[in-house]
């Protein structure tokens, strides 16, 4: 083989990378020489994640409902990514802000228009029965999901509506904390005592989330949004993705778990309890909980209406095909 300029060039260049942080670039020479070529199943880890279908029971349809909830993590681990590049930016320009939260966006567009995989893609029979041996696991239990809204907007803004006229965007995220909104979609029907669902949850991660929280007072999406400059701000793109990441995050996606929910556990007008014990029927429709990422951007028409319109509407479909 030829020593050609350029390659003479790319060995100066890797021995200065490997000088200036004392290493023998001969050593890692000889590292690449040993070693083995990448393969696209060893790159991807393929066989470890086929082995992570680990259903509970016999039924197929269990593999179906646990391959597509993998799915979801992974795209909410591509979500937060960019979250928290964007959270690092001190002096963001429109054009990271709109690459980034454009990539958060395809990520809820792709998860939303997939849903039919669940909603169309269980025997209901047998999701009705697999579903016990889940108990109490919930998806409600998705901390990732959680992590995705403290990075998207004020805390103020996840408190429960009821309480949320109690607190100033000055209050301190240990003290709005034990109001967010979802630990009140995880309390039982008839007692409103706390879910097990909802006490797991709480021990494995409130120390965490709280933690988080507090970082994600100053470097959430809509803190990073007001370092634009006011023309950028203004900009019809950048006003148009951060709704439609409002809309995705807190109308579709849980109109889309809603959607599901009706199909699979409402049965000859009694609605089934969900595997958490969560009040699906008052947690999941967004006109009930109206929470919205950036309010500032929305009319007060818009919020008073805050999901009804979308809500209505696909349940009348679904309702009419069932």
Known sequence: MEITKELEDRLRLLNAKYEAIGQDLISYLDGLLYSEVTTYWDYIQLDTLLSLQKPKTSFPDEVVFIGYHQITELYFKLAIQELVCLGKETEPTKSSFLM?????????DALIRSFSIMVEGMDQKEFLRF???????????????????????????????????????????????????????????LTGKKTLTLTQFEVRYDEELLELSEKCSNTNLWQIYKRLSPEDQNDPKVI????????????????????????????????IAATGGTNWQKYLPPKFQKRIFYPALWSAEEI???????????????????
């Open 304 to 322: 008073a209406s805050w999901g009804k319109g979308w809500v209505e509407e696909q349940i009348r479909s679904l309702l009419k095909g069932l």
């Open 240 to 271: 148009e993705a951060l709704k439609t990441n409002d809309l995705n995050v807190n109308v579709y996606w849980p109109l889309a778990h809603y959607k599901s929910a009706v199909r699979y556990l409402s049965k000859s007008g009694e609605d």
């Open 100 to 108: 980034r939260l454009n990539r958060v966006n395809r990520y809820f």
């Open 131 to 189: 579903r016990m041996a889940l108990l109490p696991a919930s998806g409600f239990q998705s901390v990732q999901y959680r992590q995705i809204e403290l990075h998207s907007t004020d805390l103020i803004h996840l408190v429960t509506s009821s309480k949320r006229d109690e607190f100033t965007e000055d209050d301190a995220p240990e003290k709005m904390y034990p109001f967010i909104y979802w630990k009140y979609g995880a309390t039982e029907q």
